[in-house]
């Protein structure tokens, strides 16, 4: 069973920047697409980021695009997402997520394992 662990949330003020990590373990990391999502109070889970089982492709939400980047570590079994620019609207539980086709879509429901999520909040 694969498990996601995510670190690096808390508090920041906007404009200022946060990295967050995503550390598996239990599966073949090196073969799985793996993604951002965010989801805020009263909203819907939403896609922030992903990147394809080698690193070799990324896609980015617009929203982010510009502020935030994913990266990964296949060594480490370790997947980013740094944050710069933060705004308020970033605010949200962070999840990271993994699928198995190696190439990660947008659709949260297209993934196989989820971690429990790290609350990032931005003040004004």
């Known amino acids: 069973q694969v498990q996601l662990v995510e670190s690096g949330g808390g508090l920041v003020q906007a404009g200022g920047s946060l990295r967050l990590s995503c550390a598996a373990s239990?599966?073949?990391?090196?073969?799985?697409?793996m993604g951002w999502f965010r989801q805020a109070p009263g909203k819907e889970r939403e896609f922030v980021a992903a990147i394809s089982w080698s690193g070799g492709n990324a896609w980015l939400a617009a929203s982010v695009k510009g502020r935030f980047t994913i990266s990964r570590d296949n060594a480490k079994n370790t997947v980013y997402l740094q944050m710069n620019s933060l705004k308020l609207e970033d605010t949200a539980v962070y999840y990271c997520?993994?699928?198995?086709?190696?190439?990660?879509?947008?659709?949260?429901?297209?993934?196989?394992?989820w971690g429990q999520g790290t609350q990032v909040t931005v003040s004004s």
């Open positions: 997520a993994a699928e198995r086709s190696g190439v990660p879509s947008t659709g949260p429901r297209e993934y196989d394992y």
């Open positions: 239990g599966g073949t990391f090196g073969s799985y697409g």
